[in-house]
């Protein structure tokens, strides 16, 4: 069954230093999104991404972050100066452009990258 | 008020038992309704969608969804140790044209062999 893929699974790094999470979505879909899960806290949009532009972006994703699909199968989000409030769980996620309204909206998700910022 | 409330837990069942998992929204504007189980430091998994009211039935999963009190819900029957994990609903509004998802908080269910 086709899965999102997500890489590193864990990346530590010392504040202020660029990271940049890698995902690679279901083959066929075409709305990415990155979410973000502090420990203990709820799964947070962060952004959506779909025909090589953002769709829109929440409160959190300021000017630190950055959204690319570099290739056909690649789609990365970048922190450029990570701080300390960064540590969290980073979800991908994708879906389809086919069917329904409703399908459309079903998303699935990626195992995910623990960041830690020391 | 958040926009999407539910019930942190932990809740503990004995093996077999019907489990009733429940979020409350306050945007009338979500019709899409998902949930997804996570198990512990895990990405979240789809278990059902559900768009609008009513209800949506695969195994043992059944969903529910009550518009008019902005109340869904999920029910699992016969549940096993292996169900164990958090159960997260999110949110979909149709407007949304980048169909981000609104997660409640996760409710943490333990079953008991």
């Known amino acids: 069954e086709p899965e999102v893929t997500q890489t590193p699974s864990h990346q530590v790094t010392q504040m202020g230093q660029e990271v940049i999470l890698r995902c690679v979505p279901i083959?066929?879909?075409?709305?990415f999104y990155w979410y973000r899960q502090i420990l203990g806290q709820k799964v947070e949009f962060l952004v959506s991404?779909?025909?090589?532009?953002?769709?829109?972006k929440s409160e959190i994703f300021d000017d630190q972050f950055s959204v690319e699909r570099p290739d056909g199968s690649n789609f990365t989000l970048k922190i450029r100066s990570t701080k300390l409030e960064d540590s969290a769980m980073y979800f991908c996620?994708?879906?389809?452009?086919?069917?329904?309204?409703?399908?459309?909206?079903?998303?699935?998700f990626g195992p995910g990258t623990r960041l830690t910022v020391l | 008020q958040k926009e999407v409330e539910q019930d942190p837990g932990p809740l503990s069942v004995p093996e077999g038992a019907i489990v009733s998992l429940n979020c409350t929204y306050s945007n009338s504007a979500f019709q899409y309704f998902m949930w997804y189980r996570q198990y512990s430091r895990k990405g979240p998994e789809l278990l059902m969608y559900t768009y609008s009211s009513g209800n949506k039935e695969d195994g043992r999963f059944t969903a529910q969804v009550d518009k008019s009190s902005k109340y869904i819900s999920l029910f699992i029957r016969d549940s096993q140790p292996s169900d164990s994990a958090t159960y997260l609903c999110a949110m979909s509004a149709p407007m949304d044209s980048s169909y981000k998802l609104i997660f409640g908080s996760g409710t943490r269910l333990l079953v008991r062999p």
């Open positions: 083959s066929n879909h075409l709305y």
């Open positions: 991404f779909y025909n090589n532009e953002i769709s829109e």
């Open positions: 996620a994708s879906s389809t452009e086919r069917g329904l309204a409703g399908v459309r909206r079903t998303q699935y």
